[in-house]
């Protein structure tokens, strides 16, 4: 969740290699559980790279039509959109959610903005910014909306951390402060969304400041949006029935064991009912 840092870039998306469905077409059935395929769900990891296979089926148990792709190789660079397979889910489902973890709420929130087939986002340790990725010393824009690059807050590559492992949540602050004049122009425009919003947070998220994000979001768009904070929790809250998920970047996510499973029973219910509208 670092701003990503590679020797030897890979630029490639899914609309230069496909969809890499590592969920769905690994012998795991779509909507096995109590409902009609009615609400489709499109669930986006973070920058880890590493599909939410267990979050996946947590929600097929649920009766959720989920499809769990793996949306970037090695750079969160210059990723089209329209790459993301909403219109599968859209094709066999009358409602179509996007839940996304960390730099996964950001695709999940810019998918709410931009694609009018999107009706529930859940934005898990968000953003209210997009951010760039950092490769051979460039910074390039993380996303792009039909051909043209979608602006992006630049990161201060004068800041260094001060703990090891190194907590990034003053990187993104100092860097909000020294591209002051960028920031709006690359704040996601979370107001172009009419569907359901649900944020939830830790107050001790290490990473970026994603409370003080959701609250950012949740004041420019309060209508039909939900915020849910916890002040014990970390970057990567723990849903019921599911394991803490490792790797990804060493660095200090905050939180504990017992904060981030506390703010996973505190959203769960209310994930539902994000997803049912």
């Known amino acids: 969740?670092?701003?990503?840092?590679?020797?030897?870039?890979?630029?490639?998306?899914?609309?230069?290699?496909?969809?890499?469905?590592?969920?769905?077409?690994?012998?795991?059935?779509?909507?096995?559980?109590?409902?009609?395929?009615?609400?489709?769900?499109?669930?986006?990891?973070?920058?880890?790279?590493?599909?939410d296979l267990?979050?996946?089926?947590?929600?097929?148990?649920?009766?959720?039509d989920v499809l769990a792709p793996r949306w970037?190789?090695?750079?969160?660079?210059?990723?089209?959109?329209?790459?993301?397979?909403?219109?599968?889910?859209?094709?066999?489902?009358d409602r179509v959610a996007v839940v996304?973890?960390?730099?996964?709420?950001?695709?999940?929130?810019?998918?709410?903005?931009?694609?009018?087939?999107?009706?529930?986002?859940?934005g898990l340790s968000p953003t209210a910014y997009m951010w760039a990725w950092i490769a051979d010393g460039r910074q390039s824009p993380?996303?792009?909306?039909?051909?043209?690059?979608?602006?992006?807050?630049?990161?201060?590559?004068?800041?260094?951390?001060a703990d090891d492992p190194p907590s990034y949540v003053g990187l993104y602050r100092q860097s909000l402060i020294k591209a002051a004049d960028r920031a709006e122009a690359a704040r996601i425009p979370v107001e172009r969304f009419a569907g359901d919003l649900l944020l939830a947070a830790g107050e001790d998220d290490r990473v970026w400041p994603s409370a003080e994000f959701a609250r950012r979001i949740a004041a420019v768009r309060p209508e039909r949006t939900e915020v849910l904070i916890s002040t014990p929790a970390g970057h990567r809250p723990v849903f019921p029935g599911e394991q803490p998920k490792s790797g990804g970047q060493v660095m200090a996510r905050g939180g504990s064991d017992e904060g981030d499973r506390a703010l996973g029973r505190l959203v769960w219910p209310h994930l539902l009912h994000t997803l049912e509208g």
Request: glycine content about 12%; cysteine-free; hydrophobic content about 35%.
């Open 1 to 51: 969740m670092g701003p990503g840092r590679h020797d030897e870039p890979r630029r490639r998306s899914q609309a230069r290699d496909g969809h890499h469905r590592l969920h769905g077409s690994q012998g795991v059935p779509a909507g096995r559980g109590r409902r009609r395929l009615s609400t489709g769900v499109l669930l986006l990891h973070g920058s880890s790279g590493t599909p």
């Open 54 to 64: 267990e979050r996946a089926r947590l929600l097929e148990a649920e009766g959720y």
């Open 72 to 93: 970037f190789d090695e750079t969160i660079s210059e990723i089209p959109l329209e790459s993301f397979p909403v219109a599968e889910l859209a094709e066999r489902n």
């Open 100 to 122: 996304g973890v960390s730099r996964g709420a950001e695709a999940a929130l810019l998918l709410g903005a931009y694609d009018d087939r999107v009706d529930a986002v859940v």
């Open 142 to 161: 993380a996303w792009t909306w039909r051909g043209e690059a979608l602006p992006f807050v630049p990161f201060d590559l004068d800041w260094q951390p």
